[in-house]
């Protein structure tokens, strides 16, 4: 799993430094020219994969009108998430994908302090970003409320907040993780024998042989 967790982790910072190198030539008379479109690009990226009409939203109703809404939650283990698509892969997409968010938003003020743009204004329009999106929402284990993200703008504490709560989302995707594998075999059982799994599971990966895959990652 820890392989995992570093590999979300350089895409993340990755998806940072490729923020920050297109807004590297923008005038730096003031901090707007460069996060007005930083944070347009932060929205985005964090709607089309957890968003209303996201990736998760979009794998879970193609699974729901091949196979129907019973086999899909099952296959998918979306247990009593709301929205039900949130809750694809037991939780663990949303928890991973919220954690490299973070991380690139951390990155991205970095960069931001680099360019020029104070701690203040910098961190100020990432953490209205983070409202916005809603959250992601804190997990108690990263011992951060948002009052202390909050008072933290201005400081070095701010993004150590942020790596904090990113820590404790990529801890409870694994634990997300390894349960939906856990119920995967039993899920599929509960529908009678009507499921081919190991069909489904070919057809959603392109024949990719997924022990070689989850052995290199130390899964």
Do not use: C, H
């Not at 690139?104 to 203040?120: K, M, P």
């Not at 856990?182 to 069909?199: C, E, F, H, P, T």
């Amino acid at each position: 799993m820890e392989g995992l967790i570093v590999y979300i982790r350089k895409i993340a910072v990755a998806a940072g430094f490729a923020a920050g190198a297109a807004l590297a030539l923008a005038p730096l008379a003031s901090a707007d020219p460069i996060l007005t479109p930083e944070i347009s690009f932060d929205t985005t990226l964090y709607n089309d994969v957890l968003g209303p009409t996201g990736s998760e939203e979009t794998l879970y109703n193609s699974l729901v009108s091949s196979l129907g809404a019973t086999e899909a939650n099952y296959l998918l283990d979306t247990n009593t998430a709301e929205p039900v698509f949130s809750g694809v892969f037991n939780g663990a997409e949303s928890r991973f994908f919220e954690g490299a968010f973070l991380d690139t938003l951390s990155s991205e003020d970095s960069i931001n302090q680099l360019l020029g743009i104070s701690s203040a204004d910098s961190q100020a329009a990432l953490l209205a970003e983070f409202i916005a999106t809603g959250g992601p929402p804190i997990p108690g284990s990263a011992d951060v409320t948002l009052t202390d993200l909050t008072n933290a703008v201005g400081t070095s504490a701010f993004d150590t907040d942020l790596t904090s709560i990113a820590n404790a989302d990529y801890a409870a995707g694994v634990a997300d993780l390894q349960g939906y594998l856990a119920d995967l075999v039993s899920g599929a059982s509960a529908l009678g024998g009507g499921l081919d799994l190991s069909g489904l599971l070919g057809d959603l990966t392109g024949g990719l042989d997924l022990g070689s895959i989850l052995g290199g990652l130390g899964l």
